[in-house]
């Protein structure tokens, strides 16, 4: 090529109407399509690398300098363009009118598949492959709740600060006022409102999860819908029972426990317990001598 060709833009655009021709493009549509081979392949390798820093987006940018281009719907983004956060914001709202989003609570709904989709599977790389990360950054002044996407971040639940703003969401939720309504709280209750992984992060145990969120609380497992299972094999969760329901019935001599009543039991959450014996006077046999009792 003569020295400094390439160095006029009328020159390069003179090309790429050229190049244009040569592949069949009608449109600027069409441009999305192009590759850096296409330059290659049509004796324009030196000016891609030259003038474009080999970039094919930005050669189609600077002949259509007045067209609406979306960068990421060209086979590569530009290097380092999402490193931009206007780029991102500008991604982000595009990909917002495709998806029919017209509330922010709308995201919600926004999956992986959504952004893969939707030529975008780069841009979530920038946030660690996490959707929610994506939109919070898109409108960061929302108050999110990370748990109502299709997926919590990675290690999410693992932080106790992210736990507790759950289980106070669940609260207002399910109408809980008090820390005694958390004993009428089962599994289903976290099934139902996105708490699912967080449970099975306790081993399903309800109970469990109530207790990691009061730590200071003293908490009776007998007053829940169900005790953990295996609870009542351990002497020692006996003893406890037995204990508090002597309070309960404020018994402060053993005497006072021949007066008892099966019935007595099974109204205080001990149901389960005295059914495991033949008679609630073995339970007491065990139980009351290792009980200390005030005169």
């Not at 919070?136 to 997926?151: I, Q, V």
């Not at 809980?176 to 004993?183: K, N, T």
């Not at 829940?224 to 969760?237: L, M």
Request: hydrophobic share 35%; aromatic share 18%.
């Amino acid at each position: 090529m003569p020295k400094g060709f390439w160095t006029l833009l009328t020159n390069r655009r003179r090309y790429m109407l050229w190049l244009g021709q040569q592949l069949g493009y009608s449109n600027p549509e069409d441009w999305y399509q192009v590759t850096t081979d296409d330059f290659k392949q049509n004796h324009g390798g030196g000016v891609l690398a030259n003038h474009w820093g080999s970039s094919s987006v930005a050669a189609v940018m600077e002949f259509f300098p007045a067209y609406d281009w979306k960068e990421w719907l060209f086979g590569i983004s530009p290097r380092y363009f999402w490193r931009d956060r206007k780029n991102r914001q500008r991604y982000m709202k595009w990909l917002g009118k495709q998806l029919g989003f017209r509330r922010t609570a709308d995201w919600y709904r926004v999956t992986n598949q959504d952004f893969q989709d939707h030529n975008c599977r780069a841009f979530l790389n920038h946030y660690n492959s996490s959707v929610s990360a994506a939109v919070m950054d898109y409108r960061p002044n929302y108050d999110w709740k990370e748990w109502l996407f299709s997926t919590t971040p990675l290690g999410f639940w693992q932080n106790r600060k992210n736990r507790i703003r759950y289980m106070r969401w669940l609260a207002t939720r399910l109408g809980f006022v008090r820390p005694s309504d958390w004993y009428g709280v089962i599994g289903t209750d976290f099934r139902r409102n996105h708490g699912k992984e967080l449970l099975g992060m306790f081993g399903d145990s309800p109970i469990a999860v109530v207790r990691d969120a009061d730590l200071r609380r003293t908490w009776y497992e007998w007053k829940f819908a169900s005790v953990p299972q295996g609870f009542w094999e351990q002497p020692e969760n006996r003893l406890r029972y037995v204990a508090w329901l002597g309070k309960r019935l404020k018994f402060t001599r053993p005497e006072d426990w021949s007066k008892i009543r099966r019935k007595d039991f099974c109204d205080n959450y001990g149901g389960g317990l005295v059914v495991q014996y033949r008679s609630h006077f073995n339970l007491l046999a065990e139980c009351v001598p290792k009980l200390s009792f005030r005169a």
